[in-house]
Each structure stands twice: as structure tokens, then as C-alpha cells.
């Protein structure tokens, strides 16, 4: 009995301290939990944009413009099975990324502090530029795109400390993930304009719970 409530510490023990740096490290860059909904996939940060980039639909940011960078929610992504990904699980994580955005949508709509917030952006981790195209025509359903101008300013220590963390969070969580997902630490940065999430995901619906005011992460 004794050996075994070792080995639960001993698997435990890595779990927790991984979870504690994350916790720790959303704490320190602000990044936060917008709804309660135990399926979004996102966390929020407001951020700075580097530099001056135009969308598609002529949404405009300048230089120092605030933008909203998403974060994945790696404790709420679908648990992928050991046989890999699924066409089960890519229905369900379409789900999941449709209720996300919609949550986001309503929660960005009450937020008056908010208001100057004209793009969100996200970070994709890949492996060379035939994943960062197949990625770009997924996302490019949602409604994101790539962008001229603005560019990842972490340094590649720093884009693969990143990356680390990532890893570690998806083995605690998901391990079967990390099977068909190499170390990656290439970065493409998407885009979504907020008046395309707004027009594409900000119907009401009767599942959303959006949190009142901000909140840290705990």
C-alpha cells in the first residue's frame, strides 16, 4: 500500500509543479480566464502590437495598439484517444473553437474597457511552412488570417521555453497529443479582426457564461 501511495506522489508530484509554473507564469503576464464556461478553449491578454498591420477587411492597428492575444486552455482541449486525433475529435474541437469564439464575442461585447480592441491574434506552434499552410487554411474557417507587418519579437530562447512549457502542460493533460506532435517551436502568428468575430459568433445563446469583470487565473 505504502509503495503505491509513492507512486501516486511520484506521478502527482511532476503534475502539480507543472500546473504551479503555469499558474505562476499567467499570473505574472496578466493572461486570464474571460467566461466559466468548462469548455472554452481560450485565455485572454491584452498586448501591444509590434508593429502596424492591416487585416483583410481594412481593420487597422498601429504601432503600440492594443490587441487581444489567445491562449489554449490545455486542461480544456478534448482528450485525444491513444490511436491519435479522430474525425470524433475534430468535430468536437470544431465545437469547442465555435462556443470559444461565441463566448469571447458576448464577453468583448460588455466589456466598455475593452472597446478599443480591434484585432485578436494567436500564436501556432509548427514545424516548417507545409504545416504553417495546411494550419492557415484550417483557421482560415474561423475566420483568422496571416498578416503583413506585425511579427513575433521573441527571441528563440524564449519562443522555446515557450514551447517547452506547452509540452510539459499537453503531457499532464492530454500525453496522447504529444504522439503525433513534434517538438515545434517555429511560430505563426493569426489573426482575427473583432468586427468578423462580432458578425460570425456573437448571437446569444442560452450555454454562455460570461464572467462579469476580469479576473486573474488563479
Not at 505562476?24 to 493572461?31: F, G, P, T, V
Amino acid at each position: 500500500m505504502n509503495s503505491t501511495i509513492s507512486e501516486r506522489r511520484g506521478v502527482a508530484w511532476p503534475s502539480a509543479a507543472v500546473f504551479a509554473l503555469d499558474r505562476w507564469l499567467r499570473r505574472r503576464q496578466d493572461i486570464y480566464e474571460f467566461t466559466n464556461h468548462p469548455q472554452c478553449l481560450f485565455r485572454i491578454q491584452c498586448a501591444r502590437a509590434e508593429r502596424a498591420f492591416e487585416l483583410t477587411d481594412s481593420t487597422a492597428v498601429r504601432p503600440g495598439g492594443r490587441v487581444l492575444t489567445l491562449h489554449i486552455w490545455n486542461e480544456h482541449v478534448p482528450h485525444i484517444g491513444p490511436r491519435g486525433p479522430t474525425l470524433a475529435w475534430a468535430h468536437q474541437m470544431d465545437r469547442a473553437i465555435r462556443m470559444s469564439l461565441g463566448e469571447l464575442a458576448r464577453y468583448l461585447r460588455g466589456q466598455q474597457d475593452l472597446r478599443d480592441i480591434a484585432a485578436i491574434r494567436g500564436d501556432l506552434r509548427v514545424s516548417g511552412a507545409e504545416q504553417a499552410e495546411q494550419l492557415a487554411r484550417i483557421v482560415a474557417r474561423y475566420g483568422f488570417e496571416t498578416a503583413t507587418g506585425e511579427f513575433d519579437s521573441r527571441g528563440v530562447l524564449r519562443r522555446i521555453g515557450d514551447a517547452l512549457l506547452v509540452m510539459m502542460l499537453v503531457l499532464v493533460t492530454n500525453p496522447p497529443a504529444l504522439q503525433a506532435a513534434p517538438f515545434r517551436y517555429s511560430n505563426m502568428r493569426i489573426y482575427l479582426s473583432r468586427a468578423v468575430l462580432e458578425e460570425r459568433y456573437a448571437a446569444p445563446r442560452a450555454v454562455a457564461r460570461p464572467m462579469a469583470t476580469k479576473t486573474s487565473a488563479a
